[in-house]
């Protein structure tokens, strides 16, 4: 074989090898890429089934009920047009408490649960996640609209 030929197969399996190193990296980054939903779109279908993703709205007062013996908490989150309900089984932080804002990760279930396998509460007083507040802005103006 030829130097040139022996060349041009090196840099066709240098190449092949990037492509495949590429669309390992692609497949990577999109199942790890976790997209956010309001109760709203969660409750209309936007969401998707049996994926990872972050749902966030407020914590609906007097919905929180723990486990006896258990970590496992659930709530309900809304957005003032839409709720709905999450359980989480696990250490919650610190700052999470009834009627403050919240984003949760994790899937849905067949029956329409929320089952949150991390909670992020707000880390002070002033701050509420910018997702958070949009839906909550959307849900408020969409459930004064007369129907």
Do not use: C, W
Not at 13 to 24: C, D, I, K, Q, T
Request: charged letters at 20%; glycine letters at 8%; zero cysteines.
């Amino acid at each position: 074989m030829k130097a040139r030929q022996q060349r041009m197969i090196f840099i066709g399996l240098v190449v092949a090898g990037m492509a495949v190193s590429a669309g390992f990296a692609y497949r990577a980054f999109n199942e790890n890429l976790l997209y956010y939903f309001s109760p709203t779109q969660v409750a209309e279908g936007e969401a998707p089934l049996e994926r990872r993703f972050r749902l966030g709205g407020l914590v609906v007062e007097d919905s929180v009920e723990r486990a006896s013996g258990s970590l496992t908490v659930d709530f309900v989150v809304t957005d003032y047009y839409h709720s709905i309900p999450v359980q989480h089984t696990g250490v919650l932080p610190d700052l999470f408490a009834e009627g403050q804002g919240v984003v949760t990760n994790g899937t849905m279930n067949a029956d329409g649960l929320f089952v949150a396998d991390e909670v992020l509460a707000k880390h002070d007083e002033n701050y509420m996640a910018p997702e958070v507040a949009e839906s909550l802005e959307e849900g408020a103006r969409r459930a004064a609209e007369p129907e």
